[in-house]
């Protein structure tokens, strides 16, 4: 074999290497699309970086605010998915107290417009959905600041619709 050939073999294995944890990082399949839930509260820890920022939070409120269906979407928003998965929404009823959240890097977070990290003590309202096998951890599809300023979160595809709550089983 030549060392061309090798040196191609190797540079394409590595290729895949390094993009198999990304995509399988970044995705939502092991993420429940079915069911959004809804949950606002207080960050009591941030992790802000790549490839994606992690924040722990109090689950203070379940209830979904008035006029919840006539939000505005944030910044960025896929009109379709964003709607679909605000009528999906509702109450978080689980067992935690506190949710581990999974966002979007710092450099997403500022092309939906927000330009800085999130801080520990801060209120946030999300919407999103729970990890199949970790349910305590939500990857939300939207969040709101307290000043009402949304952030996106939506990078690649939903492996399935989300369902409308009025159409959900007890």
Not at 10 to 19: D, E, G, N, Y
Not at 22 to 31: D, E, Q, V, Y
Not at 61 to 90: C, F, H, I, K, V
Not at 139 to 160: D, E, I, K, S
Request: aromatic share 10%; hydrophobic share 40%; net charge negative.
């Amino acid at each position: 074999m030549s060392l061309k050939f090798i040196t191609s073999i190797a540079a394409f294995v590595l290729a895949l290497v390094s993009i198999a944890p990304a995509s399988a990082h970044h995705g939502w399949s092991s993420f429940d699309t079915r069911h959004a839930y809804y949950a606002a509260g207080t960050i009591t820890q941030v992790r802000w970086g790549n490839p994606h920022s992690e924040v722990r939070f109090n689950v203070e409120r379940t209830a979904l605010p008035d006029g919840w269906l006539q939000r505005e979407l944030p910044q960025g928003a896929d009109a379709t998915n964003g709607r679909a998965t605000m009528e999906s929404a509702r109450p978080y009823a689980g067992e935690h107290k506190e949710l581990r959240l999974i966002l979007a890097g710092p450099s997403w977070m500022e092309r939906w417009g927000l330009n800085r990290p999130l801080e520990k003590g801060e209120t946030i309202e999300v919407v999103g959905y729970l990890n199949s096998g970790e349910d305590e951890e939500l990857r939300p599809m939207m969040f709101w600041l307290a000043n009402g300023q949304g952030v996106w979160q939506q990078l690649t595809a939903l492996p399935r619709a989300p369902e409308p709550a009025s159409k959900a089983t007890p």
